[in-house]
């Protein structure tokens, strides 16, 4: 199943749009804050260009974060965060997006990756697909950034198991079964939404069968 909606952009600025939008979708606390820290950096609306990042600039996130290098057809993690390797039991540094996320899902996702490079800002949630734990929630923000003079995509990714919410507004309503994806166009404003339901594919991690990506040790945050 798949929906799409483009919305044409708001007579406002790039930036209103974007925390307009991070208030409507997101949820939590580091990737809200990922989000705003990208957009201090200044918006191409007002720099020209995408904003050049230092990781230096915010050491409390570095833990939180991953950076994907354009490689050809593919996405190479050149930097993967303590807490990314400890939500998935491994370091992703010098590894593909394509030998970190299941082929299954893969195929579904990997062009709102690319899209960031055009470039975009993604805001990327859902449930997990497992049946037996789709109470599960994540959420990714990635955004397009310069370092070494070179595009790069900066990402975060929350997990209702272990991220807080949001505590500077009220957090948005949890998305609903499947993938929901918002695109924010930096050249045009235009803003895309779209849905997959992939919840078919539930049936391939039961008993053993592929792993996902996007479960992690099972834990509560309080």
């Given at each position: 199943?798949?929906?799409?909606?483009?919305?044409?952009p708001e007579?406002?600025s790039?930036?209103?749009?974007?925390?307009?939008?991070?208030?409507?979708?997101?949820?939590?606390?580091?990737?809200?804050?990922i989000?705003?820290?990208?957009?201090?950096?200044?918006?191409?609306?007002?720099?020209?260009?995408?904003?050049?990042?230092?990781?230096v600039?915010?050491p409390?996130?570095?833990p939180?974060?991953?950076?994907l290098?354009?490689?050809g057809?593919?996405?190479?993690?050149?930097v993967?965060?303590?807490?990314?390797?400890?939500?998935?039991?491994?370091?992703h540094?010098?590894?593909?997006?394509?030998?970190?996320?299941?082929?299954?899902?893969?195929?579904?996702?990997?062009?709102?990756?690319?899209?960031v490079?055009?470039?975009?800002?993604?805001i990327?949630?859902?449930h997990?697909?497992l049946?037996?734990?789709?109470?599960?929630?994540?959420?990714?923000?990635?955004?397009?950034?310069?370092?070494?003079?070179?595009?790069?995509?900066?990402?975060?990714?929350s997990l209702?198991?272990?991220s807080?919410?949001?505590?500077?507004?009220?957090?948005?309503?949890?998305p609903?079964p499947?993938?929901?994806?918002?695109?924010?166009?930096?050249?045009?404003?235009?803003?895309?939404?779209?849905?997959?339901?992939?919840?078919?594919?539930?049936?391939?991690?039961?008993?053993?069968?592929?792993?996902?990506?996007?479960?992690?040790?099972s834990?509560t945050?309080?």
């Amino acid at each position: 199943m798949f929906a799409d909606d483009r919305r044409e952009p708001e007579m406002t600025s790039l930036s209103s749009n974007i925390r307009g939008l991070s208030a409507e979708l997101v949820r939590y606390e580091k990737t809200a804050q990922i989000l705003e820290h990208w957009i201090n950096l200044g918006t191409p609306e007002q720099t020209g260009q995408v904003p050049l990042f230092d990781p230096v600039e915010i050491p409390k996130l570095l833990p939180f974060i991953y950076l994907l290098q354009r490689n050809g057809d593919r996405l190479l993690y050149r930097v993967s965060g303590e807490e990314v390797n400890r939500l998935f039991g491994q370091n992703h540094i010098g590894r593909h997006l394509d030998e970190v996320v299941p082929a299954e899902i893969y195929g579904h996702v990997s062009p709102y990756f690319f899209r960031v490079f055009d470039p975009c800002i993604c805001i990327f949630s859902g449930h997990i697909i497992l049946p037996e734990r789709e109470h599960l929630e994540f959420e990714r923000v990635l955004l397009p950034v310069m370092r070494k003079q070179e595009i790069k995509l900066l990402g975060t990714l929350s997990l209702s198991t272990t991220s807080p919410l949001r505590t500077d507004l009220q957090p948005a309503d949890a998305p609903g079964p499947g993938f929901h994806f918002t695109l924010i166009n930096l050249r045009s404003g235009e803003t895309e939404s779209s849905y997959k339901n992939l919840m078919p594919l539930a049936e391939r991690y039961q008993n053993g069968g592929a792993r996902n990506s996007y479960l992690p040790p099972s834990r509560t945050v309080r």
